[in-house]
Each structure stands twice: as structure tokens, then as C-alpha cells.
């Protein structure tokens, strides 16, 4: 992977900052270690875009003639579900771009930001808020498993489902079922009661 990105200069424009610039030498030498000497601020994230928090999208702003982009909603869907926009050569997911946005604030990566409706494209101000891992995880709403239903795992040994959920990090035995809604039923029960960040 190149060092530099290349930029194009136009006769009477000027650089537009959304868009990375040529990188000093040293600049170059941390990113290739990993060092993060540019972090996106509130005020330059503003110069690039602007946030509706009613409805949680992001549009470029125009700066220059030689903007195509401006008016069009920024980012673009990850296969995970979550939304992505490229500012400056680098990726912000939408949710957090929203964070800094309105709040001036990107939280440290022991903390997260939660979709309180489980919405991954819904980006409204009001539809986030800080979680720990453990606290997200709370408001799963899909299960990964063969029935895609939260708490419902197949036995294979015993040709039937098992119900459980995980607390303080340990899972909890819920007992077993002939099905799978039977098993997600007794989860969901559970769930009420000992997870208080969800909001199923």
C-alpha cells in the first residue's frame, strides 16, 4: 500500500479538505506504524458535511466547482450493515461521525456506540448512545445460529433446543425445547430481567 495519496490541484482552486492530502515523511513513517497523527475534529468534519439529526443522514457540502459530490448523501452500506463515509482517505463509520458531530466527541474504543432501536442504518442523534461491548451486545436483535433466533442453539446430540443467555460475560443454562421459537421464547423471558440495556 502506497505512503502518498495523490491529489489534483486545479488553476484558482483550492485543496479540498475532504480529501486526503501528500503526507510529510515522517507523517508517513507513523502511519505505516500504525501511529494515528491525524484525527478527524469536529471542525473539520463540518467543513466536509453536514448532519440532519432528524433523520441521521450526512451531505457533502460544496467547496469547490470541481465538487461532484456536493448535495449527495455521503457513505455507502457495509455488508455488516452498518453505514461508512470516507473523509480525507480514511473511514468513519456514519454513527460515530454523528457522535462527533453533535456532541464533539469520539469515544475510546472501550466504549461503543449503540443503536438504541437495533437499526444499523438509523443514525439519528437520538437513536444513539454509549455502551459498553457488553452493554451492545445486550441489544442484539438477530442470532447468528442455524434458526437466526436470539438464545435458540441446536443440540445435535440431543436432536433438540437448548435455550441460554450470556451474564457478566457467563453463559446461563435456560433449559430445552422441541423448537426453536420455544427456546427464543424462554430467552426473550429472561432477557427482561437481566438485561437492562436491551430494548427488545
Given at each position: ?11 484558482g482552486?483550492g ?13 508517513a513513517f507513523l ?6 497523527f491525524?484525527?478527524l475534529?469536529?471542525e473539520?468534519?463540518?467543513s466536509c ?16 466547482k470541481?465538487?461532484v ?12 450493515g452498518?453505514?461508512e463515509?470516507r473523509?480525507k482517505?480514511k473511514?468513519y463509520l ?5 457522535f462527533l458531530?453533535v456532541l ?5 474504543s472501550s ?5 438504541i432501536n437495533?437499526?444499523r ?5 437520538s437513536n ?6 457488553s452493554q451492545n451486545?445486550q441489544n442484539q436483535?438477530?442470532?447468528r ?13 440431543r436432536?433438540k433446543w437448548?435455550?441460554?443467555i ?8 435456560l433449559?430445552m425445547?422441541e423448537?426453536?421459537?420455544?427456546a427464543h ?6 432477557k427482561?430481567e ?7
Amino acid at each position: 500500500m502506497s505512503w502518498y495519496a495523490t491529489t489534483t490541484h486545479m488553476s484558482g482552486m483550492g485543496h479540498d479538505p475532504c480529501k486526503p492530502k501528500q503526507p510529510s515523511k515522517l507523517q508517513a513513517f507513523l502511519v505505516y506504524f500504525g501511529a494515528n497523527f491525524m484525527a478527524l475534529t469536529q471542525e473539520q468534519l463540518k467543513s466536509c458535511l453536514s448532519y440532519n439529526p432528524e433523520s441521521g443522514e450526512f451531505i457533502w457540502i460544496s467547496r469547490n466547482k470541481n465538487n461532484v459530490r456536493s448535495g449527495r448523501t455521503a457513505g455507502h452500506l457495509r455488508s455488516n450493515g452498518y453505514i461508512e463515509i470516507r473523509i480525507k482517505g480514511k473511514s468513519y463509520l456514519a454513527h460515530r461521525l454523528a457522535f462527533l458531530y453533535v456532541l464533539n466527541e469520539l469515544p475510546e474504543s472501550s466504549r461503543q456506540i449503540d443503536h438504541i432501536n437495533g437499526n444499523r442504518m438509523d443514525n439519528r442523534i437520538s437513536n444513539l448512545r454509549l455502551a459498553t461491548p457488553s452493554q451492545n451486545l445486550q441489544n442484539q436483535r438477530t442470532g447468528r445460529g442455524r434458526s437466526k433466533m436470539l438464545g435458540a442453539i441446536w443440540d445435535q446430540k440431543r436432536n433438540k433446543w437448548v435455550a441460554q443467555i450470556k451474564v457478566n460475560g457467563k453463559r446461563k443454562y435456560l433449559g430445552m425445547f422441541e423448537t426453536p421459537e420455544g427456546a427464543h421464547s424462554a430467552y426473550l423471558k429472561a432477557k427482561k430481567e437481566l438485561h437492562e440495556y436491551s430494548t427488545i
